[in-house]
């Protein structure tokens, strides 16, 4: 069975390039096209959703020159990912936290949203300044927040206190399923497979919450050297697997 979704930590942009005597950037350069190779393979595979992270909260560590060259490449792939996401009739959704992200790319971002949102091919999730502790800590301050408001507007002839504990009361009650409504991923289902390139064998702060049940498999190819019968490897792996959610063999 093919997984319906497949989320991707796309690694190893820097070694690849290191070991072809080229700057990191050449790899991310690289690292850009595969992706939109892939999104096509994963698709006539029967793949349904694609999850990439492309950059996380914690890349901003990484030197100016190397940062704003990603921020460009993203700007040149915003700017033909309208006609690709036609093309391929593929929406496009980011997460993360989008507040730190320059002007025109913030903008780039709504309208690719916007004109890609009828199409019923493949689902392309790009996680751009996406880091899952604050995706979670985003999702609980914007929960709050709504919770507070319809106390204080539903009930504002009440006493502080009743309204306290109507609150309390609301938050006591928060399943599991309510808050993910809060979460960047609100209406993506969960990934079943996750696929990390260049043998790191951690997540690296991507969709902690969402990956939960997910199986993982790990590559030692670099990013730049994915291609469809690597893809086709790790949907192998999948199969092999015993997808069991916590119940009995
Ligand atoms: C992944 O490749 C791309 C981003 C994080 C933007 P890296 O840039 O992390 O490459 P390595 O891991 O240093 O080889
Ligand atoms: C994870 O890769 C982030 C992306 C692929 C965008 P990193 O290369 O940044 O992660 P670490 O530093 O190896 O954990
Ligand atoms: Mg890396």
Known sequence: MVPKHIALIMDGNGRWAKAKGKPRTFGHKKGSETLKQICKDAYNLGVEYITVY????????????????????????????????????MRVRVIGDR????????EAIIKMEEATKDFTGLNLTIALNYGGRDEILRGIK???????????????DETADNQLTQLLNKINNINEKDFTLYLDTKGIPDPDLMIRTSGELRTSNFLPWQLAYTEFYFTNCHWPDFNRSELEKAIEYYNQRDRRFGGAK
Not at 60 to 84: A, C, D, G, H, P
Not at 99 to 106: G, Q, R, V
Not at 142 to 149: P, R, S, T, V
């Open 99 to 106: 507040e730190d992200l320059a002007e025109d790319i913030k």
């Open 54 to 89: 492309a950059f996380s909260t914690e890349n901003w560590k990484r030197s100016t020159e190397e940062v704003s060259f990603l921020m460009n490449l993203l700007r040149s792939y915003l700017k033909e990912s309208i006609k690709n996401a036609t093309e391929n009739n």
């Open 142 to 156: 914007k929960q709050m927040n709504i919770l507070i408001k319809e106390v204080t507007i539903e009930s504002s």
